[in-house]
């Protein structure tokens, strides 16, 4: 489904070439949740701008169903939601959703945005409050607009940066849950989170990223074998002392 | 073109809901009240007066409008991060040239409104029609169109909000000396030095020269505007916003976000 070989970026700094992150092979399964974790500064966030083409590559390239994306294209098919998401505050929950609809059909005729939007502020619980500024709600139902505006157009793929920051116990896990119907309805998920019990429950595979290479790739299962412990947090930090040279 | 007017009807409607616009509303009801009370302090040139502060609001509402609706937004939608959002969905071109045109939509309103106002109180207290005035509010649009997009090719540049108000600042106080400074090396005569002169024909012809969309001195006077230089400046002021605008998507799609 999304592919990417050799990917990689490298910037130019006062204390000379930094690299944000080395050749990154990657091949995301249709249909599976994967998570993408690691320290801060790892190069997560790096990755992420680079398959949704907000970064120029110093190399390498990405492949999404079979077709290589270049920088600037739109990523339709890819629904969107980056960390520390704010919502237009000038506009209604309703106005907001039904804006990106619009934006999310190529073919704007396909489908109606008004239906759309009522679908999406259903599917994410926030039906009831469809008329109200966004100005006026809270963190944790911003963050479900969020969610509703990257569900527009009914992508194949979603690409959430830590979805649940920002949310209590109880929405992190109605988000959890909801993540997992979307999976089980076929929609792939590719996803960063620092809350590991939460990756655990969701993913089907993780990745993990140590100043900017590629330390493990597998399930869960395996990355506990791997550093013979029982919890995933502490094979993580065993993880993330080993700083690649 | 689409999602280009969509993005503009996103801007237009935020625009609206917002408190900046609502403060010029106020500032322009305060700054005609301010036109009608230094016209009574003149001996029998209230329209003069009125139609000469005017205009001079007219480009302070164009100056506030261009940093506020134009660039301040700007900013702020990337600082929710929602310009990912919104750059994973549309070409990068159609976000700035949407946003632009929103913008502009609700810098012309501002415009026609204090156009508008200027042309009653000339009217009314002035007693004198002078629908020139509705000429200098479609200059201002002009004038300040092509310096907001000025500013959002400083924006794709990845300079800082302040840093870019304060060069757009520039750009306008610079783009209003040129004839001034041409004059004034011309009346320096064999003092002068050709070179200096030359140099600043030259900037003038690069750097936007808004002399071009001045003519208040006409207006104030009720002349006769002489149509080949109102086609003059309207054919500079969209040749040049092309160019800018041009430009801005060309650096956009080349940078890192």
């Known amino acids: ?245 | 073109m689409r999602t280009i007017l969509t993005i503009a009807r996103l801007v237009c409607r935020e625009s609206l809901r917002g408190q900046i616009l609502y403060a010029m509303l106020v500032f322009l009801a305060v700054y005609l009240g301010f036109c009608v009370y230094i016209s009574t302090l003149s001996l029998g040139e209230v329209a003069r007066v009125i139609q000469n502060s005017g205009m001079l609001g007219m480009t302070l509402v164009g100056l506030a409008g261009t940093i506020l609706f134009g660039l301040y937004a700007l900013y702020q939608e990337r600082e929710r991060n929602e310009l990912y959002v919104l750059l994973s969905r549309i070409p990068r071109g159609s976000y700035l040239l949407g946003r632009f045109l929103g913008a502009g939509a609700i810098l012309a309103l501002c415009a026609l409104l204090m156009g508008t106002g200027i042309f009653l109180l000339t009217w009314i207290i002035g007693q004198t029609v002078a629908p020139a005035l509705f000429f200098a509010a479609y200059l201002t649009i002009l004038e300040f169109g092509l310096l907001m997009a000025i500013g959002f090719l400083f924006y794709t540049m990845g300079l800082s909000f302040t840093l870019n108000a304060f060069l757009v600042l520039g750009v306008f106080i610079v783009g209003h000396s040129f004839d001034e400074a041409i004059e004034s090396f011309i009346a320096l005569g064999e003092f002068g030095s050709p070179l200096h002169l030359r140099l600043v024909k030259v900037l003038s012809y690069v750097l936007p020269n808004f002399d071009m969309f001045d003519f208040r001195l006409a207006i104030v006077h009720a002349m006769e505007i002489p149509a080949g230089q109102a086609a003059m400046a309207t054919l500079y002021g969209l040749s040049y916003l092309a160019a800018v605008l041009a430009l801005t998507v060309m650096v956009m799609n080349r940078k890192d976000i």
Not at chain 1, 69 to 76: F, G, H, N, S
Not at chain 1, 123 to 132: A, K, L, N, P
Not at chain 1, 141 to 157: N, T
């Open chain 1, 1 to 245: 489904m999304l592919e990417l070989s050799r990917l990689c970026k490298a910037y130019k700094a006062r204390e000379g070439r930094v690299e944000a992150l080395r050749p990154l092979d990657l091949r995301i399964r249709q249909g599976e949740i994967f998570g993408l974790l690691g320290p801060n500064g790892a190069g997560k966030t790096t990755a992420v701008k680079m398959i949704m083409g907000f970064l120029h590559p110093s190399g390498g390239r990405v492949v999404f169903q079979g077709r290589e994306l270049a920088v600037t294209d739109p990523r339709r098919g890819i629904g969107y939601l980056p960390e520390s998401f704010r919502p237009n505050p000038h506009l209604s929950v309703a106005e907001y959703v039904r804006f990106h609809c619009l934006l999310a059909r190529e073919d704007r005729t396909a489908s109606d945005p008004e239906a759309e939007a009522a679908a999406l502020l259903q599917r994410v619980g926030m039906e009831q409050y469809g008329h109200r500024r966004i100005s006026d709600l809270s963190k944790g139902m911003e963050q479900r607009v969020g969610l509703a505006q990257a569900f527009a157009g009914d992508p194949e793929m979603l690409i959430l940066d830590e979805p649940t920051s920002g949310l209590d116990p109880l929405g992190r896990s109605e988000v959890i849950d909801l993540l997992l119907s979307l999976n089980r309805g076929g929609k792939t998920i590719f996803f960063s989170s620092h809350i590991l019990s939460e990756v655990e429950r969701l993913c089907d595979r993780i990745g993990i990223l140590v100043g900017g290479k590629l330390q493990f790739l597998g399930t869960a299962g395996e990355f506990k074998e791997k550093w013979q412990v029982n919890d995933l947090e502490e094979g993580f930090k065993m993880e993330a002392r080993c700083v690649p040279s």
